[in-house]
C-alpha cells in the first residue's frame, strides 16, 4: 500500500460537506471528491456534547487534530480515519451544535470573524492510501485500535461492506428509525454502535447453525436484506404475542432469538401468561425477575432461573432441632424420608450439615419459603426428591 502525506485546511475538507440528520452520518466534502462515511465506517458517535465540543475547542486553541487518513477510490477519496474529527466540525460549522466560549454559548456563526477563521483555515495532515481492498481494511483496523475501538459488529461491517451492509445499516443502525424504540424494548445496544445490527443478524444466522460472519459471507453482494427483516420482526411479534404486558425493563437483552427458536411452535394462553407474569414478579422468594420469561416459555420446569430465595438459616436450625427433638423421642430418622424406609437409616440421627432444607409444598405448587413450609431432609433424599 503507498502513502502520501497531503496538506489540506479544514475549509477546503468542509466545501460540499452534507450531514445527514436522519441517518446520523456525514456524507461529502472537498466539493464532493470526498465521501466522509464509507460502508466500512461506524457511525458518527461523537455527538454527546463532550466529544463534538473537545473537537472544536482543540481547534480554536491552536491545537493539532492529529494524524487523518484518506484511501484513493479512483478519482474520490474516503476516510479511513478522521471520520468522527471532520463530522464534528463540520456539524458545527454548519450550525447543527454549539460550545461556550468565555462563558457564553456560541454557535460558528456567532463567532467573530477571527474565531471562524481560526477554524478554517486549521491546516489538517492527511495520508492518502492507496492499495487493494484488503490492504485498505487491514490497515483500517489496525489504525482505529487507538480513541474509541470498534466493536465486533464494526469491525464486521468493514470486511463485509457491500449492498447487504448498506441496507442493514440503513434499517437497524438508523436511531431515528420509528420501529428503534419498540426494538429497544426487547433488545440491548445502541443502534449507533450497531449494536441492534448485530442482534438482527445473530438471530438469522444462528436460525441456520451460522456465525455472523458467515451469514454476511454468504448474503454480502445482496442487493436486499428481505430475510433479515423478515427473521427479525417474527422474532419481536412472537415476544409480543405471547407476553402481551407493555415489556417489563428486565426483558430488554434476553436471548429472543433463541427462544423464538425452541419456542415458537408451542402454544400458549396470553392471558395466563400475562396473570403468571404478575404473580412471579409480586412473589418475594423470586430473586431473579428476568428469568421469569424464560421459565414460562419452557413450562415453569426450571425455577433455577428465577434464583428463589432460600431459606434462612434461623429457620433451618429451628427446624432441624424441632425435627430432631420428635424424632429421638419417636425413636425414628430426623430425616422423615428415611423414616419411613426400611433400611440401617430408619432411625439415623443426622446432624445438621449432613441435611438440606426443602420446601413441604414445592415452591412452584405454592408453597411459601418459610418456616411453616420448611422441612429438613438428609442430602440423598433431598437431592433425589426434585420437584415433587
Same mark, same amino acid.
Given at each position: 500500500?503507498?502513502?502520501?502525506?497531503?496538506?489540506?485546511?479544514?475549509?477546503?475538507?468542509?466545501?460540499?460537506?452534507?450531514?445527514?440528520?436522519?441517518?446520523?452520518k456525514?456524507?461529502?466534502?472537498?466539493?464532493?471528491? &470526498?465521501v466522509?462515511?464509507?460502508?466500512?465506517?461506524?457511525n458518527y458517535?461523537?455527538?454527546d456534547g463532550?466529544?463534538?465540543v473537545?473537537?472544536? =475547542?482543540?481547534?480554536l486553541?491552536?491545537?493539532?487534530?492529529?494524524?487523518?487518513?484518506?484511501?484513493?477510490?479512483?478519482?474520490? @477519496?474516503?476516510?479511513?480515519?478522521?471520520?468522527?474529527? !471532520?463530522?464534528?466540525?463540520g456539524?458545527?460549522?454548519?450550525?447543527k451544535?454549539?460550545?461556550?466560549?468565555?462563558?457564553?454559548?456560541?454557535?460558528?456563526?456567532?463567532?467573530?470573524?477571527?474565531?471562524?477563521?481560526t477554524?478554517?483555515?486549521?491546516?489538517?495532515?492527511?495520508?492518502?492510501?492507496?492499495?487493494?481492498e =484488503?490492504? !485498505?481494511?487491514?490497515?483500517?483496523q489496525?489504525i482505529?485500535?487507538a480513541?474509541?475501538?470498534? $466493536?465486533k459488529?464494526?469491525?464486521?461491517?468493514?470486511?463485509?461492506?457491500?449492498p447487504?451492509?448498506?441496507?442493514?445499516?440503513?434499517?437497524?443502525?438508523?436511531?431515528? $428509525?420509528?420501529?428503534?424504540?419498540?426494538?429497544?424494548?426487547?433488545?440491548?445496544?445502541?443502534?449507533?454502535?450497531?449494536q441492534?445490527?448485530?442482534?438482527?443478524?445473530d438471530?438469522?444466522?444462528?436460525s441456520?447453525?451460522?456465525?455472523?460472519?458467515?451469514y &454476511?459471507?454468504?448474503?454480502r453482494? =445482496?442487493?436486499?436484506?428481505a430475510?433479515?427483516?423478515?427473521?427479525?420482526?417474527?422474532v419481536?411479534?412472537?415476544v409480543?404475542?405471547?407476553?402481551?404486558?407493555?415489556?417489563?425493563r428486565?426483558?430488554?437483552? &434476553?436471548?429472543?432469538?433463541?427462544l423464538y427458536?425452541?419456542?415458537?411452535?408451542?402454544?400458549y394462553?396470553a392471558?395466563?401468561?400475562?396473570?403468571?407474569?404478575?404473580?412471579?414478579?409480586?412473589?418475594?422468594?423470586?430473586?431473579?425477575?428476568?428469568?421469569?420469561?424464560?421459565y414460562?416459555?419452557?413450562?415453569?420446569?426450571q425455577?433455577?432461573?428465577?434464583?428463589?430465595?432460600?431459606?434462612?438459616?434461623k429457620?433451618?436450625?429451628?427446624?432441624?432441632e424441632?425435627?430432631?427433638?420428635?424424632a429421638?423421642?419417636a425413636?425414628?430418622? $430426623?430425616?422423615p @424420608?428415611?423414616?419411613?424406609?426400611?433400611?440401617? $437409616?430408619?432411625?439415623?440421627?443426622?446432624?445438621q =450439615?449432613?441435611?438440606d432444607a426443602?420446601h413441604?409444598?414445592a415452591?412452584?405448587?405454592?408453597g411459601?419459603?418459610?418456616?411453616?413450609?420448611?422441612?429438613?431432609l438428609?442430602?440423598?433424599?433431598?437431592?433425589?426428591?426434585?420437584?415433587?
Amino acid at each position: 500500500m503507498k502513502t502520501e502525506l497531503k496538506h489540506y485546511t479544514v475549509e477546503e475538507i468542509l466545501k460540499g460537506f452534507v450531514y445527514n440528520e436522519l441517518e446520523g452520518k456525514g456524507l461529502f466534502g472537498l466539493d464532493g471528491k &470526498l465521501v466522509i462515511q464509507p460502508e466500512y465506517q461506524r457511525n458518527y458517535i461523537y455527538n454527546d456534547g463532550k466529544r463534538d465540543v473537545a473537537v472544536i =475547542d482543540s481547534l480554536l486553541k491552536g491545537y493539532p487534530l492529529g494524524l487523518i487518513y484518506f484511501n484513493v477510490e479512483g478519482s474520490t @477519496l474516503e476516510v479511513l480515519d478522521g471520520q468522527q474529527r !471532520i463530522t464534528s466540525v463540520g456539524r458545527f460549522v454548519t450550525g447543527k451544535f454549539a460550545i461556550k466560549v468565555d462563558g457564553r454559548e456560541q454557535t460558528f456563526s456567532s463567532l467573530t470573524k477571527d474565531q471562524q477563521r481560526t477554524i478554517l483555515d486549521t491546516p489538517l495532515d492527511i495520508y492518502e492510501c492507496d492499495g487493494t481492498e =484488503d490492504e !485498505i481494511k487491514a490497515w483500517f483496523q489496525t489504525i482505529n485500535i487507538a480513541g474509541v475501538p470498534l $466493536n465486533k459488529q464494526e469491525l464486521l461491517n468493514a470486511i463485509y461492506s457491500g449492498p447487504f451492509i448498506t441496507r442493514a445499516k440503513a434499517e437497524y443502525s438508523n436511531s431515528n $428509525n420509528a420501529n428503534m424504540q419498540k426494538w429497544q424494548s426487547y433488545v440491548n445496544g445502541d443502534p449507533k454502535r450497531q449494536q441492534i445490527l448485530e442482534e438482527a443478524l445473530d438471530w438469522v444466522a444462528s436460525s441456520q447453525g451460522l456465525s455472523i460472519d458467515a451469514y &454476511l459471507a454468504q448474503h454480502r453482494l =445482496d442487493q436486499d436484506i428481505a430475510q433479515l427483516k423478515t427473521y427479525f420482526t417474527s422474532v419481536i411479534d412472537w415476544v409480543g404475542s405471547v407476553f402481551i404486558r407493555p415489556p417489563d425493563r428486565e426483558m430488554r437483552g &434476553l436471548e429472543w432469538g433463541r427462544l423464538y427458536e425452541a419456542h415458537h411452535g408451542t402454544s400458549y394462553s396470553a392471558t395466563k401468561i400475562e396473570a403468571r407474569v404478575n404473580e412471579l414478579r409480586a412473589d418475594p422468594a423470586v430473586h431473579s425477575s428476568k428469568g421469569i420469561y424464560e421459565y414460562l416459555l419452557g413450562g415453569e420446569n426450571q425455577p433455577q432461573l428465577l434464583d428463589i430465595r432460600l431459606f434462612d438459616p434461623k429457620d433451618k436450625r429451628i427446624a432441624y432441632e424441632q425435627q430432631t427433638t420428635k424424632a429421638k423421642v419417636a425413636g425414628e430418622s $430426623n430425616c422423615p @424420608l428415611c423414616a419411613l424406609g426400611g433400611d440401617t $437409616n430408619k432411625a439415623r440421627i443426622y446432624k445438621q =450439615d449432613e441435611m438440606d432444607a426443602d420446601h413441604v409444598t414445592a415452591w412452584s405448587k405454592g408453597g411459601s419459603t418459610s418456616l411453616s413450609n420448611l422441612t429438613m431432609l438428609c442430602v440423598p433424599h433431598n437431592r433425589s426428591k426434585g420437584n415433587r
